[in-house]
């Protein structure tokens, strides 16, 4: 019969159990709630991690093991080493003295635990090997570190309301999926906590320090020399969901092991080639609803968007110094005259239009320089497609006071609604039978409105992005559109509203492949799979 492990006021005690681990022999069910309370399974150890875990759920609560029949719903079994890995034992039994140390030398058994394991260890004939593995874990050299990162928590920064709260939302999503899959989870958040906590967590380890979007790894000391997170170890990532060049002051620090998290290919490329820095695709997840009820799809289609003027734009631009200004006009028309072109490479063209030959260094500046043209041209595009539909007759809903002062509020079937949060953006996805995705130039990406789009069981309508291409089919999961094509996108969606049928197998099987690929859980997963492979491969 497997013995359970039960919380109890007064069970076995956390140094009993730390000096005679024959206690935890056998099949031991234990808690799923317990292994996250912990921090999860520690995967790197050699052998010995059912007994490594006991320790660490120990230091946390009470607990007896007791034999009783019991089911395995919300239990996970431990098992006792095979053969093969209990020969390794005596490894983590020096990374036990090491975590440790300080508590067995308060009880005054510290020495008694070194000479154990160094016995054992000359019967087996690898006394040297064990000497200089235990040195390395007392002292917590580098490899006490990298043993011991899955046991540590993660580090997560949040509390930017950019952007209606949203890069607040995406922590808190990864950070609440990575909980569920065992991490612990410490945040600091930027709103609510001044920058002097950060001084908190120096010369601590993490198996991860998280950022969206943030400025907190550029915080320098105060000697304006070494940065702050110079200290402050472990992994660092930073999603960034805009282009990278946004960025740039928050990209010239030095870290070796620090990662960008991006949603788009394009992108992942732009951080190694100019900004000589990690970067992995690693796009945004979506939110499934909790209103598991159907709802009545009262909106044919819905656009969760705001409104950007195209002509304001073009007006910041006019006031250019005029060599900027010609090539900020050759910039823009490129992307205009082709929209599957990346910013870069749009950028490229218009250099050697002018002839002109620029080092990376100098590519990045004038790139910085002209970076709201990006957004002009997305602005262009954005008007330019619901002018398309509009003036097809099909009844556009969107969200927001930007529309209400936009030229398109003159379109009577341009149904303006107030502006939405996150959460409240969700429901409007449940109503909506098609919701429209227009990307920021975001050509090999994939954003957090797709997702949600299609987990909420609307067909997502957006334009082209390489990201797509064997992932989603077109017609099949989405419907998606060359910007360049857009006269040809009202027929298409008129078709599907008049085929509910139809437009209800799309959105279905968009649903389906995105809750497959594309939740926090997802990315969470996936996330503990990039940190054991950066590990493996020495980051």
Same mark, same amino acid.
């Given at each position: 019969?497997?013995?359970?492990?039960?919380?109890?006021?007064?069970?076995?005690?956390?140094?009993?159990?730390?000096?005679?681990?024959?206690?935890?022999?056998?099949?031991?069910?234990?808690?799923?709630?317990?292994?996250?309370?912990?921090?999860?399974?520690?995967?790197?150890?050699?052998?010995?991690?059912?007994?490594?875990?006991?320790?660490?759920?120990?230091?946390?609560?009470?607990?007896?093991?007791?034999?009783?029949?019991?089911?395995?719903?919300?239990?996970?079994?431990?098992?006792?080493?095979?053969?093969?890995?209990?020969?390794?034992?005596?490894?983590?039994?020096?990374?036990?003295?090491?975590?440790?140390?300080?508590?067995?030398?308060?009880?005054?058994?510290?020495?008694?635990?070194?000479?154990?394991?160094?016995?054992?260890?000359?019967?087996?004939?690898?006394?040297?090997?064990?000497?200089?593995?235990?040195?390395?874990?007392?002292?917590?050299?580098?490899?006490?570190?990298?043993?011991?990162?899955?046991?540590?928590?993660?580090?997560?920064?949040?509390?930017?309301?950019?952007?209606?709260?949203?890069?607040?939302?995406?922590?808190?999503?990864?950070?609440?999926?990575?909980?569920?899959?065992?991490?612990?989870?410490?945040?600091?958040?930027?709103?609510?906590?001044?920058?002097?906590?950060?001084?908190?967590?120096?010369?601590?380890?993490?198996?991860?320090?998280?950022?969206?979007?943030?400025?907190?790894? $550029?915080?320098?000391?105060?000697?304006?020399?070494?940065?702050?997170?110079?200290?402050?170890?472990?992994?660092?990532?930073?999603?960034?969901?805009?282009?990278?060049?946004?960025?740039?002051?928050?990209?010239?620090?030095?870290?070796?092991?620090?990662?960008?998290?991006?949603?788009?290919?394009?992108?992942?490329?732009?951080?190694?080639?100019?900004?000589?820095?990690?970067?992995?695709?690693?796009?945004?997840?979506?939110?499934?609803?909790?209103?598991?009820?159907?709802?009545?799809?009262?909106?044919?289609?819905?656009?969760?968007?705001?409104?950007?003027?195209?002509?304001?734009?073009?007006?910041?631009?006019?006031?250019?110094?005029?060599?900027?200004?010609?090539?900020?006009?050759?910039?823009?028309?490129?992307?205009?005259?082709?929209?599957?072109?990346? $910013?870069?490479?749009?950028?490229?063209?218009?250099?050697?239009?002018?002839?002109?030959?620029?080092?990376?260094?100098?590519?990045?500046?004038?790139?910085?320089?002209?970076?709201?043209?990006?957004?002009?041209?997305?602005?262009?595009?954005?008007?330019?497609?619901?002018?398309?539909?509009?003036?097809?007759?099909?009844?556009?809903?969107?969200?927001?006071?930007?529309?209400?002062?936009?030229?398109?509020?003159?379109?009577?079937?341009?149904?303006?609604?107030?502006?939405?949060?996150?959460?409240?953006?969700?429901?409007?996805?449940?109503?909506?039978?098609?919701?429209?995705?227009?990307?920021?130039?975001?050509?090999?990406?994939?954003?957090?409105?797709?997702?949600?789009?299609?987990?909420?069981?609307?067909?997502?309508?957006?334009?082209?992005?390489?990201?797509?291409?064997?992932?989603?089919?077109?017609?099949?999961?989405?419907?998606?559109?060359?910007?360049?094509?857009?006269?040809?996108?009202?027929?298409?969606?008129?078709?599907?509203?008049?085929?509910?049928?139809?437009?209800?197998?799309?959105?279905?099987?968009?649903?389906?492949?995105?809750?497959?690929?594309?939740?926090?859980?997802?990315?969470?997963?996936?996330?503990?799979?990039?940190?054991?492979?950066?590990?493996?491969?020495?980051?």
């Amino acid at each position: 019969m497997k013995r359970v492990l039960r919380q109890v006021a007064e069970g076995i005690s956390f140094l009993e159990f730390l000096l005679d681990e024959t206690i935890c022999e056998g099949d031991i069910l234990i808690p799923k709630e317990l292994i996250q309370l912990a921090g999860g399974r520690n995967d790197r150890l050699p052998a010995k991690k059912k007994y490594e875990l006991l320790l660490r759920i120990a230091q946390r609560t009470s607990f007896d093991l007791t034999e009783e029949s019991s089911g395995d719903m919300g239990m996970e079994l431990l098992t006792d080493d095979t053969a093969e890995e209990a020969s390794d034992g005596w490894k983590t039994d020096c990374y036990i003295i090491g975590k440790y140390s300080q508590i067995l030398q308060e009880n005054q058994v510290f020495e008694m635990a070194v000479a154990s394991v160094l016995e054992e260890a000359q019967s087996h004939g690898h006394y040297e090997q064990a000497v200089s593995f235990l040195e390395a874990m007392i002292g917590h050299a580098e490899l006490f570190y990298e043993l011991d990162a899955p046991t540590e928590p993660v580090l997560i920064y949040k509390g930017d309301d950019v952007c209606h709260n949203v890069l607040t939302v995406f922590a808190e999503q990864f950070g609440e999926a990575l909980g569920r899959a065992g991490a612990q989870i410490i945040w600091y958040d930027m709103a609510n906590q001044p920058l002097e906590e950060l001084l908190q967590y120096r010369n601590r380890h993490f198996k991860a320090v998280i950022g969206v979007q943030s400025y907190l790894f $550029s915080v320098k000391m105060k000697d304006e020399i070494h940065y702050l997170h110079e200290t402050i170890y472990g992994p660092k990532f930073n999603f960034i969901f805009d282009h990278p060049v946004w960025m740039k002051k928050h990209l010239e620090h030095q870290y070796p092991d620090f990662y960008v998290l991006t949603h788009d290919a394009d992108y992942v490329a732009f951080v190694q080639n100019y900004f000589r820095k990690n970067a992995v695709l690693f796009p945004p997840a979506g939110i499934e609803p909790t209103c598991k009820n159907e709802v009545t799809r009262k909106y044919d289609l819905t656009f969760v968007g705001t409104y950007g003027n195209y002509w304001n734009e073009i007006l910041l631009i006019h006031q250019m110094e005029r060599k900027e200004r010609f090539l900020a006009n050759r910039f823009l028309l490129v992307m205009r005259k082709n929209p599957d072109l990346s $910013s870069e490479e749009a950028l490229k063209r218009a250099l050697i239009f002018y002839g002109r030959s620029v080092d990376k260094k100098e590519f990045v500046e004038i790139l910085y320089g002209l970076r709201r043209v990006i957004y002009c041209v997305m602005h262009y595009y954005r008007d330019r497609v619901l002018r398309v539909l509009l003036d097809s007759g099909l009844t556009v809903n969107v969200f927001g006071d930007s529309w209400r002062n936009s030229p398109l509020a003159a379109y009577e079937n341009l149904i303006c609604h107030p502006d939405v949060t996150v959460e409240e953006s969700l429901l409007i996805w449940q109503q909506s039978k098609l919701s429209l995705n227009i990307m920021s130039w975001h050509k090999a990406g994939f954003t957090e409105r797709m997702a949600n789009i299609m987990l909420a069981g609307a067909v997502l309508v957006t334009d082209d992005t390489r990201y797509l291409e064997g992932r989603y089919e077109n017609g099949k999961d989405l419907v998606s559109f060359g910007l360049a094509e857009r006269e040809t996108l009202p027929e298409r969606i008129k078709r599907l509203l008049s085929d509910e049928a139809e437009r209800v197998r799309i959105a279905e099987s968009g649903r389906e492949k995105t809750k497959q690929f594309h939740t926090w859980d997802v990315r969470a997963k996936e996330f503990l799979e990039l940190l054991e492979t950066l590990n493996k491969n020495g980051r």
